[in-house]
């Protein structure tokens, strides 16, 4: 982070205290504090920053930020009236001393892996900062912005919501020159009520943007599709809507890679991706797109799709043993549910294909419904055996067994799911997991690594 002026800091954050110094780091945790600091007191469920402004000054910070009165001298103190919407203040006053492109990404589903491809498109070309993991809320993102410094060209910036407003004031203090919407789901639609609600609150993100930028939606979405703006340049990108600007075609997936064509202003490119699935296919559309609009040639954009490496367990392949499995437990929502099932199903498979499935969390009244559609997919699509754990888990089985599904058995732990995988997986399957990140399906996918 370059140094700035404890005063002009203060007069972005609207406070009238009188403070002096220079900064040269901002933390909001006392462990990482260093000389020349900016602590700031944030609060959350469990715990209040402003019981440690004294320890803030004692590990070498040059001045806290409070929205009440805290025991150390007021010189050492920006009082504002909320610390929280001060990180963002403060994350959008340092954002605007630097002059680079800014790609923001948001959506239901994907928003995170295309992200990650933009990411990999950008560095081709420019020194790229990017979002870490999802730290895409009001905490997070002012955390990115704030890493950057003068050596920085590019940046794709995520942005996650649960109500309206969030998004804005994100896009606000990023000030992208471009922003991409991957889908419009149902996740948080207890907060939002519908899709089209959904929608609204996604579409914050042109509140950052200037008139005439590209705002890049995929056009498969029955919702993105129809979104007019007259103050933006609107790109489609998709795979089986024919009006979009770019489209994917010929698409043939292989084990762990897909390979496919786009058909991009009047010319045809060969590409291949390093996993599977039409969602991941339109993630790559994005990256494509966002390359080429920042005047980076179609060709090196298609070789940095090709080195992408996903993140995390986003869909990560192992082969183990014999088998093949898929980690695919960031996160769930009954859109990724139904792509990770229907991924899953197309795959070339020389013995079963087993899904094991954890719980959808944060779907409110629509939990239950959710459950049992993606339970009777299962039942429609190619799985030979369908394995649950959780709670609303259960309403899954019972939907697939209903359908006709007699290959389908809930656990209500998952030490007993883990004995029934660990007894029914044989040499040439493939084991795709997929739950919510707080189900923390992983612990059962490291046993499995350890025993068998």
């Not at 990115?144 to 410094?149: G, I, S, V």
């Not at 489609?236 to 009006?243: A, C, K, S, T």
């Not at 390979?259 to 009047?266: E, G, P, R, V």
């Not at 994005?286 to 954009?301: K, N, R, S, Y």
């Amino acid at each position: 982070m370059k140094e700035l002026d404890l005063h002009e800091v203060a007069q972005a954050l609207g406070s009238d205290s009188r403070v002096s110094g220079r900064i040269s780091s901002v933390s909001t945790d006392t462990r990482s504090i260093e000389p020349g600091s900016l602590f700031f007191a944030l609060r959350g469920e469990r715990f209040d920053g402003h019981l440690f402004a004294g320890r803030a000054l004692e590990e070498g910070a040059a001045c806290v930020v409070a929205d009440r009165k805290v025991d150390i001298p007021d010189d050492r103190v920006i009082y504002v009236k909320s610390t929280r919407q001060a990180f963002l203040d403060m994350a959008q006053y340092y954002r605007s001393q630097f002059s680079l492109l800014l790609v923001a990404v948001t959506g239901s589903v994907g928003k995170t892996t295309t992200k990650e491809m933009i990411a990999a498109v950008l560095e081709s070309r420019y020194k790229t900062l990017k979002t870490q993991g999802n730290y895409n809320n009001e905490v997070g993102l002012p955390k990115t912005l704030l890493r950057l410094d003068d050596s920085f060209q590019a940046g794709v910036i995520e942005m996650g919501m649960s109500a309206f407003g969030e998004i804005h004031e994100l896009t606000v203090a990023t000030r992208p020159q471009m922003a991409v919407v991957t889908v419009i789901g149902v996740s948080h639609i207890e907060h939002l009520g519908s899709r089209e609600n959904i929608l609204k609150a996604k579409l914050e993100i042109t509140d950052g943007l200037e008139k005439g930028s590209p705002l890049i939606l995929n056009g498969d979405d029955d919702l993105l599709c129809r979104v007019k703006d007259e103050n933006f340049h609107i790109y489609l990108y998709g795979i089986d809507n024919p009006d979009c600007d770019i489209r994917a075609v010929d698409l043939c997936e292989q084990a762990d890679s897909t390979s496919f064509a786009i058909l991009w202003n009047q010319n045809r490119y060969e590409a291949r991706i390093p996993c599977i699935g039409r969602h991941n296919v339109l993630n790559a559309l994005a990256a494509f797109l966002t390359g080429v609009l920042l005047e980076i040639a179609p060709e090196t954009c298609i070789q940095a799709l090709l080195d992408y490496v996903p993140s995390g367990m986003r869909q990560r392949t192992v082969r183990h043993n014999g088998y093949t499995v898929v980690e695919d437990c960031y996160n769930a929502s009954p859109d990724s549910m139904t792509a990770a099932l229907t991924t899953l199903s197309g795959m070339r498979c020389e013995g079963r294909k087993i899904a094991v499935l954890s719980d959808m969390l944060e779907l409110g009244e629509y939990a239950e419904q959710s459950h049992r559609e993606t339970g009777a997919l299962a039942a429609k699509l190619d799985i030979g055996l369908l394995l649950t754990y959780g709670d609303e888990s259960a309403h899954c089985v019972d939907a697939a067994r209903e359908a006709g599904m007699s290959q389908a058995y809930h656990f209500e732990d998952k030490q007993k799911l883990y004995e029934c995988l660990k007894r029914s997986v044989r040499e040439g399957d493939i084991v795709w997991f997929k739950a919510s990140r707080g189900m923390k399906l992983e612990e059962i996918i490291n046993k499995l690594y350890e025993e068998c």
